[in-house]
């Protein structure tokens, strides 16, 4: 079957309402018509289901699946199951796709690639205004798969690495490898996912557009216990170093890269304890921060070059496990960023000082 006939089945996993029509219209209106659309419905209000029903008797190619759980990430593996298209492609039902984006990404599947990704675009709504952010991929064009992972340090931002959204695969490697969204963690589940599909892959073709719209990025990790998020996305980094390692890219800005990530990633878990969302006793915060310096991951993803002032101070007091040292480091950065603190004022002029340097 040629690429231009070839049928792509778009999986669109359904768990809020807010933006759904726009979604399915987004997908029912692609300029690419060979399309198998599978709509899982894991959120059973009675709203989603008339308006997945309304699109499906306009639309043959529509197919209405409920989830087996009220999970993102098995909805993703039952709507694989499912495909019985060439090609899959993933978008989420907060979210929008441009109007030529399956063609362009069909277009770029030659016989020689498994895997076609594009650029995004952010919008958020606050203040009663739409802000936007673009994030394009820097590596476009053709690659083979060595070639790829030599470069991936110009790939920083994980929604362009890790996402499902802004991709097309190939339905014969997913199945022919049984690759599948592994865990509960959303975030967590579709970047094993691609670096399983990356390891079957020969070459790739990256296109510098924007094409995939992200509305919301929020997937069920409020709903995980911190210490489960740490340990996955632990993992997550060593299978990202293990396959770097095996195709010997792992050095120079890959290398810092996946450093930063990981440091990054340490300092949010840290702060996250002191989000005024999060109820925990002071106690109980001590009690995890003792828990998390007992491990050699965390302290280990502190020490890279060229830390800032703040990860050096934090990577010193992981370094003689100073449990009170980072509860007040933490908890005062929160006080001070507070509207009604004396400090706040300095401190959002201190950051746009530093913005600006």
């Not at 599947?109 to 936007?132: K, P």
Request: charged share 20%; with cysteine; aromatic share 10%.
């Amino acid at each position: 079957m040629g690429k231009n006939n070839a049928t792509v089945s778009l999986i669109v996993p359904i768990f809020h309402t807010a933006s759904l029509v726009n979604c399915i219209d987004s997908i029912v209106n692609q300029s690419y018509r060979d399309l198998e659309i599978i709509l899982i419905n894991g959120c059973l209000s009675e709203e989603s289901v008339m308006i997945c029903q309304t699109f499906a008797e306009k639309d043959t190619r529509i197919v209405l699946l409920e989830a087996e759980t009220p999970h993102i990430v098995s909805a993703l593996n039952y709507g694989l199951a499912y495909a019985s298209g060439e090609f899959v492609q993933f978008v989420s039902a907060e979210d929008y796709i441009d109007g030529e984006m399956t063609e362009k990404l069909v277009a770029k599947m030659d016989c020689d690639t498994q895997l076609v990704l594009c650029g995004y675009r952010e919008i958020e709504y606050r203040n009663r205004r739409f802000f936007t952010e673009e994030t394009i991929p820097q590596t476009a064009g053709r690659y083979l798969k060595h070639e790829f992972m030599e470069r991936i340090d110009l790939l920083p931002h994980q929604f362009l690495l890790f996402s499902p959204n802004n991709k097309l695969y190939r339905n014969e490697v997913i199945q022919n490898n049984q690759i599948k969204f592994p865990g509960s963690l959303y975030l967590e589940a579709t970047a094993f996912f691609n670096l399983a599909y990356w390891e079957k892959t020969v070459g790739m073709h990256a296109i510098a557009e924007p094409l995939y719209h992200f509305t919301s990025s929020a997937y069920e990790s409020g709903q995980i216990p911190l210490h489960s998020q740490f340990e996955s996305r632990q993992k997550l980094y060593q299978q990202v170093e293990n396959l770097l390692k095996a195709n010997n890219t792992f050095h120079g800005k890959n290398k810092v890269l996946l450093q930063r990530m990981r440091a990054n990633f340490t300092l949010s878990m840290l702060d996250s304890l002191f989000d005024p969302a999060n109820t925990l006793a002071s106690i109980q915060k001590k009690g995890i921060i003792s828990e998390w310096l007992m491990n050699s991951d965390m302290q280990h993803s502190m020490q890279y070059p060229n830390n800032s002032m703040q990860e050096k101070a934090v990577a010193s007091m992981l370094k003689t496990h100073n449990v009170q040292g980072i509860y007040s480091y933490f908890k005062t950065k929160h006080l001070l960023k507070r509207p009604m603190s004396p400090f706040y004022h300095l401190w959002k002029k201190s950051r746009s000082a530093r913005k600006l340097s």
